[in-house]
């Protein structure tokens, strides 16, 4: 189960990466606005990483421990 959330999280790094080469190659606007688009796209990576995340793991341990009833109910 560990490997599974190295692996996105790795796929989340790799995403950023792609990103970042992606403005820094592809979308030459300056210094100032690559650094700001990279900057966002960085972001946006980071804060859906941890969205992801806190859900992932906000399965293994529930706030709400689910009451099971039984057939007859």
Not at 26 to 47: E, F, P, Q, W
Not at 55 to 68: F, T
């Amino acid at each position: 189960m560990a490997a599974g959330f190295l692996l996105t999280t790795l796929y989340f790094a790799l995403a950023s990466l792609v990103g970042t080469l992606g403005i820094k190659l592809g979308y030459d606007r300056g210094t100032s606005a690559n650094k700001l688009h990279m900057l966002l796209v960085n972001t946006a990576v980071i804060c859906c990483y941890l969205m992801w995340a806190i859900v992932w793991m906000a399965q293994w341990q529930p706030l709400i421990v689910p009451i099971l009833k039984a057939e007859g109910e």
